[in-house]
């Protein structure tokens, strides 16, 4: 059992401004016992890995539960001798008491928008008839749970606009329940089905389309690999034991099936995916009570997907042949690749995404990270560009066929979500909503500048913080990545952000690759073997930071989440002295195992597999848990939940074990395990201030700053 020595001064002095050194007192603890089992040996293309914390990946276990709590006791008797963790609470408290109403959904005569108070743990949906009719709740996910633990996930209106189907999740899991309520009556039907997981609910006809699991193991619901993934179809009114397999593939187990229904009910398209990038694609005649399922896409070398259709012709959103990504046309009779023409042909920046409103389409596009909104005709010839409220980030415009009005919201890094409304004959904007924060920013600045990695690549990355601040090299600097899965990361306001900000931190978010941020090629450059591209970014972008006195090393703290997670992870242990903080959140850190639980084997496509060899030993370069050495690492907070079946909190168990068994140096080695809690979507307003009170308490205290 090791035994740690951390300096803290006393309350009334810590970290004090004046030039005198503050009195400090010693307190010592002692690190959870966390036993070794060294008899766990793997062995690898005949490279034996010993394992010896694989008993903390039985999350059910007593020793598991125990280790657990003894982790959290210590982590929270650390935090709470920081004086100025209530502080940063209130602070937290105080700036997301604001209303926020969410952009509308028209549904024939209903509107359907969320809005919380400020003090909500949970957004609340909202109903009403026509624009300017009276207001009711439709569903309130904070009576649903005590704690606000269970959260209201996706919404789906039926075609005639009788029904809603939505989905809830306790405690944060990816599992779903999937619940039907009469819109006219507001009452509940008997309609529920159980184990739903990575899906939509599809209407057609007098039921929907979903994707699910059969149930798990009891005892393993968290943790045991998703497999046979299939699409039902469930009519309403009925149980879910008679919904049909309309969908599923016998011979490859670990394939996921999403569908989706033109808006005229003529099509059903279905992607399966093995991985994270990557689909097939096949597409039913729904109009022919006997037609079968017709194969578009088979090969998973590009992702492909059905828009719309107009009468017999699809519109499919592709990268094939367009790393930034175009739309094409074809019909059902010619579904190869050869004869898809080209609808929105590809440029020199992203297509995200097409939605069509009223007898417009609107084309979504990421340039230099930034949106930008071009207006098609229904042929697909540009009419002209929305004008935005600034540089930011679009959510692209929300409306349907036939309708004149749509609705979008624009967001920065200083700007909160506000939403808007447009008349798509006209193609007028007008404010719809904007909230009222007590945050000014025109206080602060945002840049986006560029640096030169390892290898020459040229990466952008914005920094945000108060204006006149000074660039001396004292300023206390969050730096944030992810670099993966195709996911871009944008500018977008955070109240959590802000008050780091508030507090004289600078923020930093740099465009690792693994992105989508720059098309396909930018995410092929940092996955499999380009992985280590995107450390390699991360640290350039440290050490950018540092050289142009922005921060030092003193002052700077690394975060990510998830596959940011690992990011952090990787480069705290291949750089150990690049900061002084790092927090990996919920991170993907044992890469030899991670295939082997809940959803991991989709990501083999991004990371590779360790049985493949060549796999193995590139992972074996970079997996954070084997790569912890003995060394001086910076303070560290891990970051997990007890309920996280996206990435198993085993991850986190095994590298915060390590790194309290090698680390050399004097900085805590802590792990925060939240309860009730999963991979991050819908945790509830209070855990997310009790959350984000802990982290900025952990790092401001291990920066040397003090919060007044």
């Not at 600045?445 to 004292?474: A, N, Y």
Request: proline letters at 4%; charged letters at 25%; glycine letters at 8%.
């Amino acid at each position: 059992m090791k035994i740690n020595v951390i300096a803290i001064a006393s309350a009334a002095i810590l970290f004090s401004c004046s030039s005198e050194v503050p009195k400090e007192e010693t307190i010592t603890y002692n690190y959870p016992d966390s036993r070794q089992d060294t008899t766990v040996v793997d062995d690898y293309f005949g490279t034996a890995i010993t394992d010896p914390y694989r008993w903390l990946e039985n999350d059910t276990s007593a020793e598991t539960g125990e280790w657990v709590a003894a982790q959290n006791a210590l982590t929270n008797d650390y935090l709470a001798k920081i004086p100025f963790r209530g502080k940063l609470k209130e602070q937290l408290t105080s700036l997301w008491d604001y209303e926020t109403i969410g952009t509308p959904s028209k549904y024939g005569e209903y509107y359907i928008y969320t809005k919380n108070d400020g003090k909500q743990n949970q957004s609340v949906y909202y109903i009403k008839v026509g624009e300017d009719g009276n207001e009711e709740i439709l569903l309130d996910p904070n009576t649903m749970s005590d704690d606000g633990t269970t959260s209201v996930g996706g919404l789906s209106v039926s075609k005639d606009h009788k029904y809603l189907g939505y989905t809830f999740s306790e405690s944060g899991s990816d599992w779903k329940e999937i619940v039907v309520m009469n819109l006219e009556t507001k009452e509940m039907l008997t309609d529920k089905i159980l184990w739903s997981k990575f899906s939509g609910i599809n209407w057609f006809k007098d039921g929907f389309f979903y994707s699910g699991y059969e149930a798990p193991k009891k005892g393993k619901e968290f943790s045991n690999k998703n497999e046979y993934h299939k699409l039902f179809y469930h009519k309403i009114g009925t149980d879910q034991t008679e919904d049909k397999i309309i969908f599923e593939d016998k011979e490859h187990p670990l394939r996921n099936h999403y569908a989706s229904v033109t808006e005229d009910c003529h099509f059903l398209s279905v992607q399966g995916v093995e991985g994270t990038s990557g689909n097939s694609l096949h597409v039913k005649d729904l109009s022919k009570s006997s037609s079968d399922f017709v194969t578009f896409i088979a090969d998973f070398d590009n992702d492909s997907y059905v828009i719309d259709n107009n009468g017999e012709t699809l519109l499919i959103f592709t990268d094939y042949k367009a790393p930034n990504k175009r739309v094409v046309k074809t019909t059902i009779n010619t579904p190869e690749k050869d004869s898809w023409t080209d609808f929105i042909p590809t440029k020199d920046y992203v297509l995200e995404n097409v939605s069509i409103v009223g007898d417009k389409m609107f084309a979504k596009y990421l340039k230099d990270v930034q949106s930008k909104i071009e207006i098609l005709d229904m042929e697909g010839s540009y009419i002209k560009d929305l004008e935005l409220p600034g540089i930011g980030i679009c959510s692209g415009i929300s409306g349907d066929k036939g309708e004149n009005t749509g609705y979008y919201s624009f967001t920065s890094f200083t700007t909160p979500r506000s939403s808007y409304k447009i008349n798509t004959d006209d193609l007028t904007s007008e404010l719809y909503f904007k909230p009222t924060i007590n945050f000014n920013p025109d206080n602060y600045v945002t840049e986006q500048v560029r640096f030169k990695s390892k290898d020459g690549e040229s990466i952008p990355m914005f920094v945000t913080h108060k204006k006149g601040l000074k660039m001396d090299g004292s300023n206390p600097t969050l730096l944030y990545g992810y670099g993966g899965f195709q996911i871009s990361i944008k500018p977008y306001f955070s109240v959590t952000n802000a008050v780091f900000m508030q507090n004289g931190g600078i923020y930093a978010v740099v465009t690792l690759r693994g992105g989508n941020e720059f098309g396909e090629a930018w995410h092929k450059a940092g996955m499999l073997n380009n992985k280590q591209n995107v450390f390699n970014d991360f640290i350039a972008a440290g050490n950018y930071l540092k050289d142009n006195k922005y921060t030092s090393t003193e002052k700077l703290a690394i975060h990510g989440r998830s596959n940011g997670g690992l990011l952090v992870g990787a480069v705290m242990t291949q750089e150990p002295d690049l900061a002084a903080v790092a927090l990996p959140g919920v991170g993907v850190l044992d890469m030899l195992r991670y295939h082997k639980f809940t959803i991991g084997w989709a990501w083999a496509t991004e990371y590779g597999s360790s049985d493949k060899e060549a796999d193995f030993k590139n992972l074996m370069t970079y997996s954070p848990l084997h790569n912890v050495k003995p060394v001086d690492y910076p303070a560290t907070m891990i970051m997990t939940a007890d309920h996280d079946d996206r990435v198993v909190p085993a991850h986190s168990f095994k590298f915060a074990a390590e790194l309290q068994k090698q680390n050399t140096g004097t900085n805590s080695m802590l792990i925060r395990i939240e309860a009730k809690a999963g991979h991050g979507a819908g945790k509830p307003k209070n855990k997310l201030i009790d959350e984000w009170a802990d982290v900025w308490a952990f790092t401001f205290f291990n920066l040397g700053v003090n919060i007044k």
